[in-house]
């Protein structure tokens, strides 16, 4: 298995690029479907992309396989991309994190990086917000602006207070590691800041194992 997460590829690549290059030609770019009422925007679903790739990796004899590998403890999503009349293909692996390890927390983490790791292989964006501005939507008032600034140096100001909160459960060597850790799990969650530490501080035992898991796992990555 590949515990580096770097991609893999066939021997021989140039059919599978060919193929992958004329889908993605056809593909486009995918139409955001869903709406995420936290943070009040729009974003592609997995199924968005699963919709907008399918059909043309299908008729360029592309089929791409999601599957979950990995430890208990380090879970991973391997996608591969694979082009079965002349056996070559292209493969990558993406973390599957979970901070609070339950059930719920598992589902979205495996429905996110299904959706980023078919994003990512395929080299495929989702449409982009300006356009819907260009047509008429997504329009703001002076008197709304001024209020988003106000409600933005709010946040700022509660922002600064939880990340003080976070870092006071770091010793000051972790403290560098403990900002990366929580960087990577708001990204992979698309979460705000202040969710990611709510979540992360519910439950401080399994914040500490999650991070020491991934503080020795990146320490295992530099020393190769």
């Given at each position: 298995m590949?515990m580096?997460?770097?991609?893999?590829?066939?021997?021989?690549?140039?059919i599978?690029?060919?193929?992958?290059?004329k889908?993605?030609?056809?593909?486009g770019?995918?139409?955001?479907?869903?709406?995420?009422?936290?943070?009040?925007?729009?974003?592609?679903?997995l199924?968005?992309?699963?919709d907008a790739?399918?059909?043309?990796l299908?008729n360029n004899?592309?089929?791409?396989v999601?599957?979950g590998?990995?430890?208990?403890?380090?879970?991973?999503?391997?996608?591969?991309?694979?082009?079965?009349e002349?056996?070559?293909?292209?493969?990558?692996?993406?973390p599957?994190?979970?901070?609070?390890?339950?059930?719920?927390?598992l589902?979205?983490?495996?429905?996110?990086?299904?959706?980023?790791?078919?994003?990512?292989l395929?080299?495929?964006?989702?449409?982009d917000d300006?356009?819907e501005?260009?047509?008429?939507?997504?329009?703001?008032?002076q008197?709304?602006?001024?209020?988003?600034s106000?409600?933005i140096?709010?946040?700022k100001?509660?922002?600064?207070?939880?990340?003080?909160?976070?870092?006071?459960?770091?010793?000051?060597?972790d403290?560098?590691?403990?900002?990366?850790?929580l960087?990577?799990?708001?990204?992979?969650?698309?979460?705000?800041?202040?969710?990611?530490?709510?979540?992360?501080?519910s439950d401080?035992?399994k914040?500490f194992e999650?991070?020491n898991?991934?503080?020795n796992?990146?320490?295992?990555?530099?020393e190769k």
């Amino acid at each position: 298995m590949n515990m580096n997460l770097f991609p893999e590829t066939s021997v021989k690549i140039d059919i599978v690029l060919e193929k992958l290059m004329k889908a993605k030609q056809e593909i486009g770019t995918v139409k955001k479907d869903s709406k995420n009422p936290f943070h009040k925007s729009n974003y592609a679903s997995l199924n968005a992309y699963i919709d907008a790739s399918e059909e043309h990796l299908l008729n360029n004899g592309l089929i791409l396989v999601q599957a979950g590998n990995g430890s208990f403890t380090e879970p991973m999503m391997v996608s591969t991309l694979i082009h079965p009349e002349s056996g070559q293909w292209l493969k990558s692996y993406f973390p599957i994190l979970n901070p609070k390890s339950d059930s719920q927390g598992l589902g979205a983490s495996v429905t996110y990086m299904r959706r980023y790791s078919i994003s990512t292989l395929l080299g495929l964006v989702s449409e982009d917000d300006d356009g819907e501005t260009a047509v008429g939507r997504g329009k703001y008032d002076q008197q709304n602006k001024s209020k988003k600034s106000e409600l933005i140096d709010s946040n700022k100001e509660n922002e600064n207070e939880y990340i003080q909160r976070f870092f006071k459960l770091f010793d000051k060597e972790d403290k560098h590691l403990a900002m990366e850790y929580l960087k990577i799990v708001k990204k992979h969650f698309d979460w705000s800041v202040i969710q990611t530490i709510k979540e992360l501080l519910s439950d401080e035992k399994k914040l500490f194992e999650k991070f020491n898991i991934w503080k020795n796992k990146s320490k295992k990555l530099e020393e190769k």
